[in-house]
C-alpha cells in the first residue's frame, strides 16, 4: 500500500502581497494541490515569453513615435503598438493565473483569445504600416 505524498504548507501571505493580490484577483497558487514543478516552469516560461513580447511592442511604439521624424503617420503606427503592447502585457497575467489554477486542480488549461488578438493586432498594424508608407509617398 503506498502512502500519499505529504501536502506542503500553505504559505502565509503578508500584507504587502495581501494588497497585490487583491488588485489582481484571488492568487491561484493557494488553491488545488502542488503540481509537478515542470508544469509550473513551464506555465511560467510562457508567461514571460509573453511578457517579452509585450515589452518589445512597447519599445517598437516608443521608437516609432521618438526616434522615427520623417516617417508619415509614425504617432498612429506607434501609438498602434503601445496599445497592442497593454493587451498583451495585461492578457498575460490572467493567462498564466487561470493555466495555474487549472494545473493545480488537475482540470483542462483553459482556451485563450491571446494568440487570436495578437495575430489580429500583428495584420492591423502590418496594414496600417503599409498604408501609411503609401500614402507618404503620394
Known amino acids: ?3 500519499p505524498a505529504p501536502s506542503r504548507p ?4 503578508g500584507p504587502t502581497r495581501q494588497a497585490i493580490t487583491n488588485s489582481f484577483g484571488t492568487d491561484p497558487r493557494l488553491v488545488g494541490s502542488e503540481p509537478d514543478y515542470r508544469f509550473t516552469l513551464a506555465n511560467e516560461r510562457t508567461y514571460l515569453a509573453w511578457i517579452r513580447t509585450a515589452l518589445a511592442l512597447a519599445a517598437g511604439g516608443l521608437g516609432t513615435i521618438t526616434v522615427i521624424d520623417t516617417f508619415y503617420g509614425q504617432e498612429l503606427l506607434g501609438l498602434m503598438l503601445l496599445g497592442l503592447s497593454f493587451i498583451t502585457a495585461a492578457t498575460s497575467y490572467r493567462r498564466w493565473s487561470a493555466n ?25 498594424v502590418a496594414i496600417a504600416a503599409s498604408v501609411l508608407v503609401i500614402v507618404g509617398k503620394l
Open 100 to 124: 495555474e489554477r487549472s494545473i493545480r486542480l488537475e482540470r483542462p488549461l483553459p482556451p485563450s483569445i491571446l494568440p487570436q488578438v495578437m495575430t489580429i493586432g500583428t495584420a492591423l
Open 1 to 3: 500500500m503506498t502512502t
Open 10 to 13: 500553505r504559505r502565509r501571505v
